[in-house]
């Protein structure tokens, strides 16, 4: 086994040294013989049975010492760093400090490099977090909002002989321009107003127009050619329409759920809303718990690890350094989202540790399923992909840091802000998860979305 020996130069770098002795490299040297063999043609000698003299006289002894060594530093390297238990963060630059004496082979093979290391850090007592949620109840609104969500489902279309108004179904036409000239037109399209899904601005000239009119205003384009200029935009309206909801009654019921009246409809709404207000409860928990939990911790966050994410977001979206995406303000945003990243997954890596806490086949399918339709794939689909992309593991760690916040939100103290305690025990322990103890066991389940806004960039790879 080599020897190694770990300088600390700061939290979150190290100077690692190996010395490997000319035992451990013998192995090696004599692999270079029989790889260089198979290449050197010499007189009288089969191909691969070139004797270690010979290939002394025509490649040097120092040749095959070097190809030794480069042959086997990396495993070198791996072993000083099983020896030393560390884990790397960077991928050093190795010096060779010294070499055995190519003649007689005395001596040792040393080399040593800096690399970034994930800190050595100290969890703090993380039981009985203190949090303050907003105070939610399932009241007659709540259930009345429901229920007009499903009237809409139901709703049909109408013609009216009015100016649009915010809600309103509208049919338009568009000409956009950037300057005097025309950059794109579309015709025919639907919209609701107030929705903006569309042109900022749009629904502010929109409002008050009735059908034959038109208006333009001012706005930014998204997309195209001509992304991210200002552009003059007329939009004409050419009908307006009202959803028209079907009456909330028995009829209704029957036609819309598997309820006969429409009493019972709104008694399950009524038992949906609870389970809103508890998720609604439970996100903002655990949220809160996870920068309550920060707070008490220092994490010290490798300088290389920030800087290689940062390059990486902004090349893998195609910007170069100075355009309007690459900016100063930008990168300082990506450069605090991935260091906040770096140490919510640091602590909640050690938390996992800590409780023991392990990932199940049925919670990485789970997490696959769910995350498979943000991305608008099949799960199927998006599982082999992940696996042909070695990325299961990374989910697998995904998933067991979500179950560690899960426990920490499990532990904590949660009131709402009328001083009434919060019961989050349906948020992180759904129903039928319990282990054969009897023990209900926090899985990311219902705490499908935990770590802290991971770096904007994974939201705009998720667009592009």
């Known amino acids: 086994m080599v020897k190694s020996t770990v300088e600390n130069l700061n939290p979150t770098r190290v100077k690692l040294t190996v010395e490997v002795t000319s035992e451990e490299l013998e192995p090696k040297i004599k692999a270079a013989y029989k790889s260089i063999a198979e290449q050197v043609q010499v007189p009288g000698f089969r191909k691969g049975k070139v004797p270690a003299a010979i290939i002394d006289q025509r490649v040097g002894r120092e040749y095959v010492m070097q190809q030794a060594i480069n042959d086997g530093l990396n495993d070198f390297y791996q072993q000083g760093l099983a020896e030393a238990e560390i884990t790397p963060l960077s991928r050093p630059e190795v010096e060779i400090d010294e070499i055995p004496d190519v003649k007689t082979n005395e001596g040792t093979l040393k080399f040593s490099g800096e690399l970034d290391v994930k800190p050595a850090i100290?969890?703090?007592?993380?039981?009985?977090?203190?949090?303050?949620?907003?105070?939610?109840?399932?009241?007659?609104?709540?259930?009345?909002?429901?229920?007009?969500?499903?009237?809409?489902?139901?709703?049909?279309?109408?013609?009216?002989?009015?100016?649009?108004?915010?809600?309103?179904?509208?049919?338009?036409?568009?000409?956009?321009?950037?300057?005097?000239?025309?950059?794109?037109?579309?015709?025919?399209?639907?919209?609701?107003?107030?929705?903006?899904?569309?042109?900022?601005?749009?629904?502010?000239?929109?409002?008050?127009?009735?059908?034959?009119?038109?208006?333009?205003?001012?706005?930014?384009?998204?997309?195209?050619?001509?992304?991210?200029?200002?552009?003059?935009?007329?939009?004409?309206?050419?009908?307006?329409?009202?959803?028209?909801?079907?009456?909330?009654?028995?009829?209704?019921?029957?036609?819309?759920?598997?309820?006969?009246?429409?009493?019972?409809?709104?008694?399950?709404?009524?038992?949906?809303?609870?389970?809103?207000?508890?998720?609604?409860?439970?996100?903002?928990?655990?949220?809160?718990?996870?920068?309550?939990?920060?707070?008490?911790?220092?994490?010290?966050?490798?300088?290389?690890?920030?800087?290689?994410?940062?390059?990486?977001?902004?090349?893998?979206?195609?910007?170069e350094s100075g355009d309007d995406h690459d900016t100063e303000e930008h990168r300082e945003e990506i450069s605090k989202q991935t260091a906040d990243a770096f140490r919510n997954e640091l602590v909640l890596d050690e938390i996992a540790q800590k409780e023991e806490i392990g990932v199940e086949q049925s919670e990485v399918i789970e997490y696959i399923v769910s995350t498979a339709s943000q991305y608008g794939m099949e799960p199927n689909q998006f599982a082999q992909m992940l696996d042909q992309a070695g990325q299961v593991p990374m989910i697998m760690g995904e998933v067991r840091r979500r179950k560690a916040l899960a426990k920490v939100l499990e532990l904590a103290v949660v009131k709402d802000t009328e001083g009434n305690t919060v019961d989050l025990t349906d948020f992180v322990t759904p129903a039928g998860d319990e282990d054969e103890s009897g023990e209900a066991e926090a899985t990311e389940t219902e705490v499908a979305e935990t770590e802290a806004p991971e770096a904007e960039a994974a939201e705009d790879t998720k667009q592009n």
């Open 122 to 319: 100290e969890l703090p007592d993380y039981s009985g977090l203190e949090v303050e949620v907003e105070t939610r109840s399932a009241d007659d609104a709540a259930v009345q909002e429901q229920l007009d969500e499903l009237r809409g489902r139901f709703g049909t279309l109408k013609d009216v002989d009015r100016p649009a108004a915010h809600d309103d179904f509208v049919t338009i036409d568009l000409v956009a321009k950037v300057g005097e000239e025309e950059v794109d037109t579309a015709s025919g399209l639907s919209y609701q107003v107030g929705a903006g899904t569309m042109l900022e601005g749009i629904d502010e000239a929109l409002e008050g127009l009735s059908a034959g009119e038109d208006a333009t205003f001012e706005t930014t384009l998204a997309g195209g050619d001509h992304s991210g200029e200002t552009a003059s935009v007329k939009v004409t309206l050419q009908a307006v329409k009202e959803r028209e909801l079907p009456e909330a009654d028995d009829e209704f019921a029957q036609m819309a759920s598997e309820f006969d009246t429409i009493e019972e409809l709104r008694a399950d709404l009524t038992s949906k809303a609870e389970e809103n207000l508890v998720v609604e409860q439970g996100v903002e928990a655990r949220d809160k718990v996870l920068e309550k939990l920060m707070e008490l911790i220092e994490v010290p966050v490798p300088e290389s690890v920030v800087a290689e994410q940062v390059d990486q977001h902004f090349t893998s979206q195609g910007h």
